[in-house]
Nanobody, 116 residues
């Protein structure tokens, strides 16, 4: 079955960096686009970044453009989100997502807290 497992979240000071990973299994990873989403307390889940199956097409939300970098390693079935210059507004649960076999799949999420 399709599984997405995020890791790499934690507590970081403003201006700091984190790298999130999402390990995928149960489908042909290299054939599908992947996305990172986040949900802050009291807010709707929002798209942060997405990457095409080959990595040739990438999209970023305006709020993270220039600070976050999405990438993927198809040999390791893993998608990454490098987050730099973090601020309090980046505090959220971060999820990876894919659409395969006609369904939307989400990981369990990883908490990112930006605080001094």
């Amino acid at each position: 079955q399709v599984q997405l497992v995020e890791s790499g979240g934690g507590l970081v000071q403003p201006g700091g960096s984190l790298r999130l990973s999402c390990a995928a299994s149960g489908f042909t990873f290299s054939s599908y686009g992947m996305g990172w989403y986040r949900q802050a307390p009291g807010k709707e889940r929002e798209l942060v970044a997405r990457i095409s199956s080959t990595g040739g097409s990438i999209y970023y939300a305006d709020s993270v453009k220039g600070r976050f970098t999405i990438s993927r390693d198809n040999a390791k079935n893993t998608v990454y989100l490098q987050m730099n210059s973090l601020n309090a507004e980046d505090t959220a649960v971060y999820y990876c997502r894919t659409i395969t076999f006609g369904y939307v799949y989400w990981g369990q999420g990883t908490q990112v807290t930006v605080s001094s």
